[in-house]
Nanobody, 124 residues
Framework: QVQLVESGGKTVQPGDSLRLSCATS????????LGWFRQISGRDREFVAA????????EYADSVKARFTISRDSAKTTMYLDMNGLKSEDTALYYC?????????????????WGQGTQVTVSS
């Protein structure tokens, strides 16, 4: 059974940094793409960043490029999202997700597995 468990969300001030983690289990993800999405209440879930699990190639939404970094540990069981220079508009529920379709996807419907989400609030 595939499990994705996010952690690390909390309330921070504008300009702060934060690291989110996504612990994975239940599947060999070598042929998968894994990503981070976020959702503000009442709005659609939006793409943040994703990486090809096999080689670590990554893509980012324009809104977070140069501020956020997606990575994974050497054991390839945990994915991270390092967020720097946080802004109030980064406030959202952040999800990690896994796509079995073998490449980086920005589309929500290409991801079959989702975590429960972790809340990030940026407020002064």
């Amino acid at each position: 059974q595939v499990q994705l468990v996010e952690s690390g969300g909390k309330t921070v001030q504008p300009g702060d940094s934060l690291r989110l983690s996504c612990a994975t289990s239940g599947r060999d993800f070598r042929s998968y793409g894994l990503g981070w999405f976020r959702q503000i209440s009442g709005r659609d879930r939006e793409f943040v960043a994703a990486m090809r699990w096999s080689d670590g190639v990554a893509e980012y939404a324009d809104s977070v490029k140069a501020r956020f970094t997606i990575s994974r540990d050497s054991a390839k069981t945990t994915m991270y999202l390092d967020m720097n220079g946080l802004k109030s508009e980064d406030t959202a529920l952040y999800y990690c997700a896994a796509s079995p379709y073998g490449r980086i996807w920005r589309d929500v419907d290409k991801y079959d597995y989702w975590g429960q989400g972790t809340q990030v609030t940026v407020s002064s």
